[in-house]
C-alpha cells in the first residue's frame, strides 16, 4: 500500500480510533483506515481538534485575516456534535488579534485559547527591545485566554495571560523591564531571538496544554526552543504580575526547559530542543503519567533529525519545580528518547507533529510534514503505519506515490473504544479515506499471511442462527468481534459457529488457519 494504512500488526497495535483534520475534513479512523466519523468545516484547519468525551469534536479553523499572516494561524473555534451539526463557533481574529495552532477544552467546559495580539514597535523598544532587532513593523505578543463558551457564537473571557508581562532585558536602563537576564529565569528576555532575526513572529508558539491536577499550562515556543510552564490558578490580575496563585509566581514562569542559552546558563552543547512541538503531561491511568512527553522537531540543527521525549521535570513537591541559582533547569537527561533505531535523519518533520503515549504503553507518533502516522511498542518495533491519503491536490488512490503531495497533519490522537465520546454511537466503518481500496482493504491484504479474500467464504449473510465458513483450508479457529472491537465468542476446529442468540447487527468475524487469517463482515438479522 502507498497511502492509508501501509502496516498494520494486530496483535500487538493499541485498538482505538484515530482522529485528525486534513482541509476541511476531520477524520476518525479505525486501525484498518477506515472512516468511522467524518466532520466537515468550511474552514481548513486552524490547527488543533480534540474529540470531546461527549461525542462532540472541538476544532481551530482557520479563516483570512490580510494583516496577521504565519504559518499555524486560525481565527475560528468551531464546535460540531456527533453527527457534524455545527453547534457553537467563536470568531477571533481581526486586525489586533488572532488565535492560532492550538486550543484547550478544559475538564470545566471551557475552552484556552492560544492567540497573538500585536505590539507596536514602539511598545516593544519600551518593553526593552533592541530597535536594531526588529525586522517588521511590529512584535507579536502570545496571549492565552480562557473562554466559557455561550449561545451559538459568543463567549466570555474569564481568565487572560500574557508574555508582555513577563519579559526581562538588559539593553537599556532607561525602559521597562529593565534587570539581570541570568537571574531571572522565570521572565522571557525580549533580546533572545533563538538564532532567528527578530521578526514579528518571535517565538511562535504553537501549542498549550492544561494539567488539572496542578492546574498549570505548559506551553511551546518554537522559535525559542524551550517550553514553559505557567500558574493558570491565578486570578487575571496576578497572571499579569509576579505573585499570587497556588505556586505565588503570578503569571512568571513556573518551569523552562530545552535551551537555556535563553536565560544565559548554557551553551548550545546545552541546548536540548529544537523548534519542538506539543509538550504535553501523560495523563492519569497510562505508563508514565504526569511526566511530559513532547516531539522535538529537531530542525535547525546539523544534521535535521527528530526525536520523541518522555521527562520528568525535577520537582520538591507537585507542581513546585526544583531550580537551582546559576544554573540551568533540570533534567540534564531525558527519561526516554526515540529516534530512528536505523539512522535518526531516517525520522524527521520539521514543522507542525506530536507524540501520544497510548494504555498499553505504545506511542503513537505523527511525523506532520509527510501526514505519517506510526505506532511503537515498548520494543520500539513499528506496529502500525499509515500515511494521510488527503492531498492538497484532491484525495489520492491506493497506489499513489504520496512523496511531494502536501498532506500534512498537524496532530493525531487515538481514543480507546472504552472512551465515553463513543458510547452509544454507531461505530460500523465506513470506507477507507483513499479511493480505489476496493479489494485492496488494508486489513484483508496487508500481511502476506492473510487468506486472499476468494479462499474463504463466510455463509449466509445476513445469518440468523449458524454461520458457516467454507474454504479450502483447514479452519482452526473463528472469532466473532462486535463493532466495537470486543471479542465475543470463538470456536476451535469447527467450520460452524452459533450466533442465534446475538442481537441484530454488524459483526465481525475471524478467520484462522494455523499460517492464515482474514477478517469478514456479516450482518445479523
Ligand atoms: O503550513 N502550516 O499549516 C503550518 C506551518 C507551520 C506551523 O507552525 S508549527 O510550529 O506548528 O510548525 C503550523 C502550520
Not at 118 to 135: F, H, K, V, W, Y
Not at 424 to 450: A, H, M, Y
Request: aromatic content about 10%; overall charge negative; proline content about 5%.
Amino acid at each position: 500500500n502507498t497511502v492509508g494504512v501501509i502496516s498494520y500488526n494486530q496483535n500487538d497495535t493499541y485498538n482505538g480510533l484515530t482522529l485528525f483534520t486534513s482541509l476541511t475534513e476531520t477524520y476518525l479512523i479505525n486501525s484498518c483506515g477506515e472512516v468511522v466519523n467524518q466532520w466537515t468545516s468550511a474552514f481548513p484547519p486552524g490547527n488543533a481538534v480534540y474529540l470531546l468525551e461527549d461525542g462532540s469534536l472541538l476544532r481551530a479553523g482557520k479563516v483570512t485575516n490580510t494583516t496577521i499572516m504565519f504559518g499555524g494561524t486560525g481565527g475560528i473555534v468551531e464546535k460540531f456534535d456527533w453527527e457534524g451539526n455545527l453547534t457553537w463557533s467563536f470568531t477571533m481574529s481581526d486586525d489586533t488579534t488572532i488565535q492560532h495552532h492550538d486550543i484547550f477544552p478544559m475538564p470545566n467546559g471551557n475552552i484556552l485559547i492560544l492567540a497573538v495580539t500585536i505590539m507596536s514597535n514602539a511598545e516593544a523598544i519600551q518593553a526593552g527591545r533592541d530597535p536594531n532587532l526588529l525586522t517588521d513593523g511590529v512584535l507579536f505578543n502570545e496571549q492565552i485566554l480562557e473562554i466559557e463558551p455561550l449561545g451559538i457564537n459568543q463567549a466570555n473571557v474569564v481568565w487572560e495571560w500574557n508574555i508582555k508581562d513577563h519579559l526581562i532585558q538588559d539593553f537599556d536602563v532607561t525602559k521597562d523591564n529593565f534587570g539581570v537576564v541570568e537571574n531571572n529565569p522565570q521572565l522571557l528576555d525580549i533580546n533572545f531571538l533563538g538564532g532567528l532575526s527578530g521578526s514579528e513572529n518571535w517565538l511562535h508558539m504553537n501549542s498549550i496544554q492544561y494539567n488539572n491536577n496542578l492546574d498549570q499550562i505548559v506551553m511551546s515556543a518554537r522559535h525559542m526552543s524551550e517550553i514553559y510552564i505557567i500558574d493558570h490558578s491565578t486570578s487575571t490580575a496576578e497572571a499579569s504580575g509576579d505573585t499570587g496563585g497556588i505556586y505565588n509566581k503570578g503569571g512568571d514562569f513556573l518551569y523552562r526547559w530545552g535551551n537555556p542559552q535563553s536565560y544565559r546558563q548554557g551553551t548550545q552543547n546545552d541546548q536540548k530542543l529544537f523548534g519542538q512541538h506539543y509538550p504535553h503531561w501523560i495523563p492519569d491511568g497510562l505508563p508514565n503519567a504526569g511526566q511530559l512527553i513532547l516531539y522535538n522537531n529537531g530542525f535547525s540543527r546539523t544534521p535535521s533529525f527528530s526525536e520523541v521525549f518522555i521527562l520528568t521535570p525535577p520537582t520538591t513537591a507537585p507542581g513546585v519545580y526544583d531550580y537551582t541559582s546559576n544554573t540551568a533547569y533540570g533534567p540534564t537527561a531525558t527519561d526516554y528518547t526515540y529516534t530512528n533505531p536505523v539512522d535518526p535523519i531516517n525520522f524527521f518533520s520539521r514543522i507542525l507533529s506530536g507524540a501520544q503515549v497510548l494504555p498499553n504503553g505504545n506511542i503513537l507518533i505523527c511525523d506532520g510534514d509527510s501526514g505519517y502516522f506510526f505506532e511503537i511498542d515498548s520494543n520500539e518495533n513499528i506496529v502500525w503505519e499509515y500515511i494521510n491519503p488527503s492531498g492538497a491536490t484532491g484525495i489520492l488512490s491506493q497506489g499513489d506515490d504520496p512523496e511531494g503531495i502536501p498532506n500534512l497533519v498537524f496532530r493525531a490522537h487515538k481514543y480507546g473504544y472504552d472512551n465515553p465520546a463513543f458510547t452509544g454511537r454507531d461505530l460500523t466503518p465506513g470506507n477507507p479515506i483513499e479511493l480505489n481500496s476496493g479489494i485492496n482493504e488494508p486489513c484483508d491484504v496487508l500481511s502476506t499471511e492473510e487468506f486472499a479474500f476468494e479462499d474463504v467464504t463466510v455463509y449466509p449473510n445476513p445469518a440468523t442462527d449458524v454461520i458457516k465458513v467454507n474454504s479450502t483450508h483447514q479452519i482452526n479457529k473463528i472469532e466473532i468481534y462486535n463493532s466495537l472491537g470486543a471479542i465475543i465468542s470463538q470456536v476451535s476446529n469447527s467450520n460452524e459457529i452459533n450466533v442465534s442468540s446475538y442481537n441484530s447487527g454488524i459483526y465481525f468475524v475471524r478467520i484462522s488457519s494455523d499460517t492464515r487469517s482474514i477478517t469478514k463482515k456479516i450482518i445479523k438479522h
